[in-house]
């Protein structure tokens, strides 16, 4: 069976943006049509595309602040590398 998925990415050189570091990636739910009856069809498939949309939306932005504490802390540690603090 055929499905989607989403790759979430990191672009560490934005002069070359089509390397990438692959962070995740996320198979989006199979929509089976059989299991769909024509009076409720399109409020299902709307539910799940916002149930679905919303969870990947909870797993990018996750990403985003993992990098950005990763980018925080390395710069904190640039900035005062163990032992040089002050007494």
Sequence with gaps: MIHLRVLICRVDDEQHPDQMTELQRID???VDPQQLTPETA?????????????????RLLGQQWQELDRQLAAETQRLSPPGSSER
Excluded: F, I
């Design 28 to 30: 989006l739910p199979a």
């Design 42 to 58: 399109l409020d299902a498939l709307e539910a799940q595309s916002l149930a679905t949309g919303q969870a990947l939306m909870r």
